[in-house]
């Protein structure tokens, strides 16, 4: 059975940082990009980060270019989101994806 669980999310402040992970799982991790997305109360859910099986390619969402960093760790079958710079806009629920697969998603809260 495939698993996406992520961890590392919770009350950040405005200006502060956090750092999520991601750990796939029951498939093969290494040959699959990866990508985070998010949902804010209210709204759909949104394109945060995508990063290529090897790693070598980057997408962001304008929102937070500058501000994010995705990368992984292959060995490690993990995906990663550091997140500097947090804004009260970057709270919502973040989600890791593969193809058609999505984790349960952890809450990352940002007070000013």
């Known amino acids: 059975q495939v698993q996406l669980v992520e961890s590392g999310g919770g009350l950040g402040q405005a200006g502060g940082s956090l750092r999520l992970s991601c750990v796939v799982s029951g498939r093969t991790f290494s040959n699959s990009a990866m990508k985070w997305f998010r949902q804010a109360p209210g709204k759909v859910r949104e394109f945060v980060a995508r990063i290529s099986w090897s790693g070598g390619s980057t997408v962001y969402a304008d929102s937070v270019k500058g501000r994010f960093t995705i990368s992984r760790d292959n060995a490690k079958n993990t995906v990663y989101l550091q997140m500097n710079s947090l804004k009260s806009e970057d709270t919502a629920v973040y989600y890791c994806?593969?193809?058609?697969?999505w984790g349960q998603g952890t809450q990352v809260t940002v007070s000013s």
């Open positions: 994806n593969l193809d058609a697969l």
